[in-house]
């Protein structure tokens, strides 16, 4: 039953283009999935159809066996949702915050002021509790939000880029929380950090231009590559011949070669006889991102628009 | 108390307590522009109209809060991304709506309080007159609240919505005669107020309080206009509610 299960989900908002484009896929629910995809890819569209924010154009979704569409009602009693770009309201203190939103999950007044106070403990605000949101740092604020989902009681998370803007500590904090929650939870995270979907997810998920470009377990996301090395040819311009692999020119304007082992091998000691600069690891799940959506992740990145004011 | 209760109170608290907590100033700019125009029209009428002056300062505040409620929304739904929280928890549409909608009276109670002292010293008229009255407040209110609704389907941009609840409020609580009756008004130019709704509320308000003297004909299309418009824009409003996005 604890199953993930999509069915040709369509999406287009406007006529023509497809923010989604029939993603069919059944993994299991548990644990951490990840979703990455370079900007526009569709992984907030995905994650609001089956958060029941966002009607499909077409398609249905299960999850452990309710349906996201028909059944919404019984659904939003599993889930707890951390929208991407969501901010913490300004007039409210991080108390406040969390209190109300366990309200609206259905608990009473004083059992949700006391699982906020353990929540805003367990992120070690709790100096902080009574201070209005607006002066907040970004961070912090982002914290706050990611503490009334997780002080839920709903087995199934969903998270939207939740450590963007996180520094690095309050990033590996974030981390840990998620590493304890995924025991009991379902968490849907999407992100933009190769190295997070590497080190937390269960399932990882590549979504390019609305399609589905792999599902998996970062192991059977490696066998979507033929190769398992990546040389990197630290010298601009140069021609290398390959007998086997592919290559392909990286955002920093350097020749990147993946190949097989033996390959690999062979490369590797003819470069270091005629003394070209290279530097070799093992397929990363970067690399198998470029490899399969053909373009570094975070390249281009277009100016996304945050809500302006004028 | 129930999930229900639980729910509607969490509306209550975020957009009316811990908004006055938050940020009080607001309670000030709330009582103040009624309070204003009491002034205006109490000292230039020699206090003679001071009872109507203090009527049409309710129907301000109702009206304003009123029509404040689908800003407030929107503000809530696309700044903070916080209605999606919602959208997906065990809250539903009505829930949301009924609790904010309560939210925005709540808001207004500390102005409420000090005109009503005002209408207590200056007002004479029974309790059932301020009964009455209250009652007509109250589906004024909910006729503000549909009319936000309604303009609300023109715009998604807060900002904007921001200026029609400007525009709006002074067209129907400033310029209309909500703070005097309207045979104070030369008679070709009575007939273009009649194009505000306040203008019929203010009417059966003055009448309540004994300040205009209405025919029940007069009396009985004044009711008509507000409820059938009420009806009218609230139909609309639920055929555009965007709850679960499509
Ligand atoms: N409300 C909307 N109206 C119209 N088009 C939209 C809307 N939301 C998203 N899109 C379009 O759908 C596509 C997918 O957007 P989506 O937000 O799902 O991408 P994403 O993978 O979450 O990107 P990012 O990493 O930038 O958050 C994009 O082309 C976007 O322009
Ligand atoms: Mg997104």
């Known amino acids: 039953m604890e199953t993930l299960v999509c069915k040709n989900i369509t999406k287009s908002y406007e006529k023509g283009k497809k923010a989604l484009d029939r993603l069919?896929?059944?993994?299991?629910?548990k644990g951490i999935l990840a979703v990455i995809g370079r900007n526009g890819a569709g992984k907030t569209t995905l994650?609001?159809?089956l958060a029941t924010e966002l009607m499909p154009s077409s398609g249905t979704a299960t999850m452990n066996g309710i349906d996201v569409v028909k059944d919404a009602v019984k659904m939003r009693e599993m889930i707890a949702v951390l929208p991407q770009e969501s901010r913490a309201v300004n007039w409210m203190t991080p108390l406040q915050t969390i209190l109300s939103y366990l309200m609206y999950r259905g608990m009473d007044y004083s059992e949700a002021r006391e699982k906020a106070h353990e929540a805003l403990a367990g992120i070690g605000m709790t100096k902080l509790e009574k201070t209005l949101n607006s002066k907040?740092?970004?961070?912090?604020?982002?914290?706050?939000?990611?503490?009334?989902?997780l002080a839920s009681d709903a087995p199934i998370i969903f998270v939207d880029e939740p450590t963007t803007g996180l520094d690095p500590i309050s990033r590996s904090e974030l981390w840990d929380m998620l590493k304890r929650l995924k025991k009991t939870h379902f968490v849907f995270l999407t992100t933009h950090y190769l190295e997070e979907a590497e080190k937390l997810a269960d399932t990882i998920c590549?979504?390019?231009?609305?399609?589905?470009?792999?599902?998996?377990?970062?192991?059977?996301?490696?066998?979507?590559?033929?190769?398992?090395?990546?040389?990197?040819?630290?010298?601009?311009?140069?021609?290398?011949k390959i007998n086997e692999g592919e290559e392909v020119t990286g955002e920093d304007g350097f020749a990147q070669i993946m190949t097989t082992e033996k390959e690999a091998d062979r490369l590797s000691s003819r470069f270091i006889k005629e003394k070209v600069r290279f530097s070799i690891n093992p397929m990363s799940l970067e690399d198998i991102f470029y490899y399969v959506v053909k373009k570094p992740i975070n390249a281009e990145e277009e100016a996304k628009d945050y809500g302006t004011w004028f | 108390m129930g999930r229900g209760s639980n729910q509607l109170i969490a509306s209550i608290l975020v957009n009316a307590i811990y908004a006055m907590q938050g940020y009080p100033t607001w309670i000030v700019n709330n009582l103040l522009s009624p309070i204003s125009i009491i002034i205006l029209v109490t000292f230039i009428s020699k206090g003679a109209l001071i009872g109507e002056a203090i009527a049409g300062a309710l129907i301000t505040l109702f009206v304003g809060t009123g029509i404040m409620l689908q800003a407030d929304l929107a503000h809530l739904k696309n700044d903070f991304k916080?209605?999606?929280?919602?959208?997906?928890?065990?809250?539903?549409?009505?829930?949301?709506?009924?609790?904010?909608?309560?939210?925005?009276?709540?808001?207004?109670?500390?102005?409420?309080?000090?005109?009503?002292v005002l209408a207590v010293i200056y007002i004479h008229a029974s309790i059932l007159a301020f009964?009455?009255?209250?009652?007509?407040?109250?589906?004024?209110?909910?006729?503000?609240?549909?009319?936000?609704?309604?303009?609300?389907?023109?715009t998604s941009d807060v900002m904007q919505s921001w200026s029609f609840t400007g525009i709006l409020s002074?067209?129907?609580t400033t310029i209309a005669p909500v703070y005097y009756p309207i045979t104070y008004i030369p008679l070709p130019y009575r007939y273009a107020?009649?194009?505000?709704?306040?203008?019929?509320?203010a009417e059966i308000i003055q009448n309540m309080l004994g300040y205009l003297p209405l025919s029940t004909m007069a009396l009985a299309l004044d009711w008509i206009v507000i409820i059938g418009l009420s009806i009218a824009l609230f139909v609309v409003a639920i055929k555009k509610n965007k709850w679960r996005e499509y």
């Open chain 1, 47 to 49: 994650m609001r159809i």
């Open chain 1, 206 to 240: 590549i979504i390019d231009e609305g399609k589905l470009k792999g599902i998996g377990t970062l192991g059977e996301i490696r066998k979507l590559v033929k190769y398992q090395y990546s040389i990197k040819i630290l010298e601009k311009g140069k021609k290398v």
């Open chain 2, 131 to 154: 009964v009455e009255v209250f009652m007509v407040l109250l589906l004024l209110y909910l006729f503000s609240v549909v009319l936000g609704f309604f303009l609300s389907t023109f």
């Open chain 2, 193 to 201: 107020f009649y194009l505000s709704p306040t203008t019929y509320a």
């Open chain 2, 82 to 116: 916080y209605q999606d929280m919602i959208v997906s928890s065990p809250t539903s549409a009505m829930t949301y709506m009924v609790g904010m909608a309560l939210s925005n009276v709540i808001f207004i109670i500390p102005s409420l309080v000090v005109i009503l």
């Open chain 2, 170 to 172: 002074l067209l129907m």
């Open chain 1, 136 to 149: 907040l740092s970004g961070g912090q604020k982002r914290k706050v939000l990611v503490a009334s989902i």
């Open chain 1, 24 to 29: 069919s896929f059944s993994v299991p629910a």
